[in-house]
């Protein structure tokens, strides 16, 4: 037993506390506003835009806008003579439904799909001003749907347009490193359904004082898109969700989405940020908890009895320690044979005793 004896004291190490790296969340952004493709009325002589430019068509029914849910100006197009109405109308989407419970409506949720019937109202030159109503139809997960759009009207007749419209949602890794009082971060997202279309660059967010972990700001910041345009955002709160508390949500408010066209357009959208990170096992997500401490660098000594061999590990009590084993040095690939995490210092782990050759021991706290 000499031979193993010596090679088990030569094998005493002193292994460094391990940092947390960076972590990674999922995020998911969905634009408030969706976007409608021209359509035709049932007759085809008639063609309806939506927009919310001054000058030209972008296809935003825009969220909010009075008594309604969203609105839009109009223009129908006379096919046949080229003249064309230009109006306003005012129509609630359907943001009731909630099928997997994570607070989201499924309306702006790709992967849910949505069959329900709204209402509205519009006024339009020409055609007159009266109520609106809508279907709406989007299979799960495709970001297009169809909405049969009905303009009532006495004088000339209902028209009916069945136009194409789509949800804008992009999702990807939210890298972040959590702070005492704020979180940063950096963003990589990508459009669902056009994977060549990407939103990125940094985040940060402060925790609000007086319920840091639940609840935190965003700060203004500025993101690059696939054209590599800058496109800046405001402040805005982000609250933990009770019901899903992996989860925090909030609206983002862009300045101006789509630079390309002439008026900002496509502002409002919602955020949702889910960590399932919990370092510390407290239940509260590492976005918005206190960063652990770094364990102070602990010690190992190695004694033997007959049948094992006890090791001894000095360290700072409620951190994890693992211990790891090697049969030689310099070691290319440690094995993890014990797992614990300290309720006194030292502590002792026992292993069983080798008599065939030596081992090397170390431990690192996290």
Avoid at 195 to 217: E, H
Avoid at 241 to 264: K, R
Wanted: net charge negative.
């Amino acid at each position: 037993m000499s031979k193993v004896r010596y090679s088990i004291l030569a094998a005493m190490f002193l292994a460094a506390g391990i940092a947390p790296a960076a972590e990674i969340a999922r995020a998911r952004m969905y634009c408030f506003s969706p976007r409608f493709q021209q359509s035709e009325d049932q007759s085809t002589f008639y063609t309806l835009d939506l927009t919310t430019l001054s000058f030209g068509v972008n296809g935003e029914l825009a969220f909010g806008g009075g008594a309604y849910s969203h609105s839009a100006y109009v223009i129908v197009t006379d096919q046949l003579f080229g003249e064309k109405y230009n109006g306003v109308i005012g129509l609630n989407v359907p943001i009731g439904g909630d099928a997997n419970g994570n607070t989201y409506p499924d309306f702006f949720e790709v992967a849910q799909p949505v069959n329900a019937n709204t209402s509205g109202a519009y006024n339009i030159d020409v055609i007159g001003a009266s109520s609106a109503s809508a279907s709406w139809f989007r299979s799960a997960g495709s970001q297009f749907g169809i909405c049969v759009l009905t303009l009532q009207n006495s004088s000339f007749g209902n028209l009916v347009f069945t136009a194409t419209f789509e949800l804008i949602e992009y999702v990807g890794p939210l890298a972040y490193n959590p702070g005492s009082n704020s979180v940063s971060g950096i963003v990589t997202l990508t459009q669902t359904g056009n994977p060549a279309n990407q939103m990125q660059g940094p985040v940060q967010f402060t925790k609000v004082s007086t319920n840091r972990f639940n609840k935190l700001i965003l700060q203004p910041g500025a993101w690059s898109n696939s054209a590599m345009q800058t496109i800046t955002f405001q402040n805005d709160l982000f609250v933990r969700v009770a019901n899903w508390p992996t989860n925090y949500g909030g609206y983002f408010d862009f300045n101006d989405w789509d630079p390309n066209t002439t008026d900002p357009d496509y502002l409002t959208w919602g955020m949702s940020i889910d960590d399932t990170n919990d370092f510390n096992h407290n239940a509260i997500p590492d976005f918005s908890d206190d960063p652990p401490s770094l364990p102070r660098r602990p010690l190992l000594s190695v004694a033997i009895t007959s049948t094992n061999v006890l090791l001894t590990i000095h360290g700072d009590v409620g951190h994890p320690h693992q211990v790891q084993e090697s049969l030689v040095l310099p070691a290319t690939n440690w094995q993890t044979v014990a797992s614990v995490t300290l309720t006194n210092d030292p502590q002792n782990v026992s292993l069983p005793v080798s008599a065939s050759r030596a081992k090397f021991w170390r431990v690192q706290a996290q």
